[in-house]
Structures are given as C-alpha cells and as structure tokens.
C-alpha cells in the first residue's frame, strides 16, 4: 500500500518537476558525513540551533550509517529536480522503517533533511526538519 500512495504522490508532482524513479543510489550531492546544525518541527515556521558538534550520520548512495551503530538500507530512491530553481530533490524510502526523507540542497554545503512518517498510507505527515552541514 505504501509503495502505491508513494507512486501517486510521484504521479503528482511529476506534473510540475522532472522525475526519475526507482534509482539504484542517492544523488552524490548529498552522501557524506551529516551534521545536524538546526531543526524545525513545525514545518519551518520556528527554527532552533541544535548546537550538536558530532556527526549524525553517513550517508552513502544505497544507505546510511548512523552513529549509533545502525545501518539502514533505502529501499526506493526518486530524484525531482524543479526547473525554476534547479533544486534536486531526492525522496527516499528506508527499508524496514515507516518514514522517507526528503533530502534537498538549496544552499550548499546545507542540505534540507524532511522526515516524513508513512505509517498513515494514505497521508504523509512531516514530523520534523532538519538544516544538516554536509562535509566529506
């Protein structure tokens, strides 16, 4: 049932933006080492820095390693790119896990991290936002 709310959402917005789905790896754009910087749980309205100077994570182009010993592999991978400003988003599905992220880099070396809960198939609900230094 996931799989197909998350093909309709693509149907979607492929009216507006550029998609390729159903990629082997993340955009290279965006694997690295992930620094959370600031967060927002409220879609963006209100923004804390997070004053957190250890890494969350490393992201490579079929999962990601976090620093608490877990790996994580992405089960689907689609890039948007938006043809006004160019911006290349990637949604991401984690294998085994109820959430995708939303990873765009509109301001580099930032990048834009939206976690997404998917346990409700049929309305996605962001629960928090993350701005993330992104570095080798």
Known sequence: MKKLIFAAILAFLATALFAQTNLIQVDSAVQGLWTVEAQSTDGGATVQE??????????????????????TKFSQITYFKDPKTGI????????GRDIAWVVSKPNPPYILLQIMDTSDNNNWKETVRYIIRLSE
């Open 50 to 71: 997070t004053g957190m100077t250890e890494p969350l994570c490393r992201v490579y182009g079929t999962k990601v390693d976090s620093y608490d010993g877990q790996s």
């Open 88 to 95: 290349i988003y990637n949604i991401i599905l984690l294998e």
